[in-house]
């Protein structure tokens, strides 16, 4: 890597916190620290040509450093995304924030519990059953404590998660939506906590700093067991509320962070009996402006210092 005056791509759409002025701060901060050469381009734009990615003549296997931030939807992309080949091509010759495997798993939710778990956090049973395989499930229910969630393995903002307290409305549930797809299908299934819903928290990353903690209001989806936010009226944030995480949850968050790999991260919690465990990992977590204020946080020279130290590294 060129140290002395790297070539650094960049693309963050304007969202939340990230305003016009905060984007064009964050760009002009980190030319002006390590005297780069900023080169707006959106990876998306781009087509893989004898694995390196072109947008027009500019070749973003050439630069130093990419940094990019926004949501590819899987439901909008599919499971074999292209953009997720590009990011990867691009990350063979390049440090990508944030990167492609990292990226793919934190939209898997099936994936990002695996990892989790695998690195020995508290993250929520779960299951993943086949629609056709009725002993499949009835095992997965009696394991999951008879009590379950059928969730979205691929989703967001609540939508889709439906609560079975018996098998047979299990099975209902998995019938129906087999049955309206017209194939076999795969359900991904966690075990229900009792838990306060009302100490539910969302802690948002970037890198090892927990920027901030926020909980949403429960109203929105008028759920005494999930915050559910179908049409996204809190979108911008400005219904949630910050809360300063506790030193249990940073610690959790930190060691689930360095467990996806992903630069910039969000994970939820719900607090149980057992202590805490994390439910959600999110791709794009909320960053708002109000509660980086009120945590003390300056967005620009966070991420300004972020693509700066990841540049030298």
Same mark, same amino acid.
């Given at each position: 890597?060129?140290?002395?005056?790297?070539?650094?791509?960049?693309?963050?759409?304007?969202?939340?916190?990230?305003?016009?002025?905060?984007?064009?701060?964050?760009?002009?901060?980190?030319?002006?620290?390590?005297?780069?050469?900023?080169?707006?381009?959106?990876?998306?734009?781009?087509?893989?040509?004898?694995?390196?990615?072109?947008?027009?003549?500019?070749?973003?296997?050439?630069?130093?450093?990419?940094?990019?931030?926004?949501?590819?939807?899987?439901?909008?992309?599919?499971?074999?995304?292209?953009?997720?080949?590009?990011?990867?091509?691009?990350?063979?010759?390049?440090?990508?924030?944030?990167?492609?495997?990292?990226?793919?798993?934190?939209?898997?939710?099936?994936?990002?519990?695996?990892?989790?778990?695998?690195?020995?956090?508290?993250?929520?049973?779960?299951?993943?059953?086949?629609?056709?395989?009725?002993?499949?499930?009835?095992?997965?229910?009696?394991?999951?404590?008879?009590?379950?969630?059928?969730?979205?393995?691929?989703?967001?903002? =609540?939508?889709? &998660? @439906?609560?079975?307290?018996?098998?047979?409305? !299990?099975?209902?549930?998995?019938?129906? $939506? +087999? %049955?309206?797809?017209?194939?076999?299908?795969?359900?991904?299934?966690?075990?229900?906590?009792?838990?306060?819903?009302?100490?539910?928290?969302?802690?948002?990353?970037?890198?090892?700093?927990?920027?901030?903690?926020?909980?949403?209001?429960?109203?929105?989806?008028?759920?005494?067991?999930?915050?559910?936010?179908?049409?996204?009226?809190?979108?911008?944030?400005?219904?949630?509320?910050?809360?300063?995480?506790?030193?249990?949850?940073?610690?959790?968050?930190?060691?689930?962070?360095?467990?996806?790999?992903?630069?910039?991260?969000?994970?939820?919690?719900?607090?149980?009996?057992? =202590?805490?465990? &994390? @439910?959600?990992?999110?791709?794009?977590?909320? !960053?708002?402006?109000?509660?980086?204020? $009120? +945590? %003390?946080?300056?967005?620009?020279?966070?991420?300004?210092?972020?693509?700066?130290?990841?540049?030298?590294?």
């Amino acid at each position: 890597m060129n140290q002395n005056n790297p070539t650094i791509g960049f693309f963050k759409a304007v969202q939340g916190a990230f305003t016009d002025d905060a984007v064009a701060q964050i760009k002009q901060r980190v030319s002006e620290q390590m005297n780069a050469t900023i080169v707006d381009v959106d990876f998306r734009d781009g087509v893989l040509i004898d694995g390196k990615v072109y947008v027009g003549e500019v070749c973003l296997n050439d630069f130093d450093i990419y940094f990019w931030h926004d949501t590819l939807w899987p439901a909008k992309t599919g499971s074999d995304s292209y953009y997720i080949h590009l990011l990867r091509a691009i990350g063979r010759d390049v440090r990508v924030i944030n990167t492609a495997d990292s990226t793919e798993v934190v939209n898997d939710k099936l994936r990002a519990h695996e990892l989790l778990r695998r690195a020995g956090l508290p993250v929520s049973g779960y299951a993943l059953v086949h629609s056709e395989s009725k002993a499949g499930i009835a095992q997965a229910y009696e394991k999951l404590g008879g009590d379950v969630l059928i969730k979205p393995r691929f989703g967001g903002w =609540g939508k889709g &998660i @439906v609560r079975c307290k018996s098998l047979g409305d !299990l099975h209902d549930v998995i019938e129906l $939506a +087999a %049955g309206n797809s017209g194939r076999q299908q795969q359900f991904l299934l966690e075990r229900f906590y009792d838990n306060d819903i009302s100490e539910w928290i969302s802690v948002s990353m970037i890198g090892q700093l927990p920027v901030i903690g926020y909980r949403k209001p429960l109203s929105i989806g008028n759920s005494d067991w999930k915050v559910f936010d179908p049409d996204k009226r809190d979108g911008k944030g400005e219904l949630s509320v910050y809360v300063q995480p506790a030193t249990e949850v940073v610690e959790l968050a930190k060691k689930a962070q360095a467990a996806i790999g992903k630069d910039i991260i969000g994970f939820d919690f719900i607090l149980t009996p057992d =202590g805490y465990k &994390i @439910v959600d990992e999110n791709g794009r977590p909320g !960053l708002y402006a109000h509660c980086l204020k $009120a +945590a %003390g946080i300056d967005l620009v020279d966070t991420v300004s210092d972020y693509i700066v130290q990841a540049a030298r590294s």
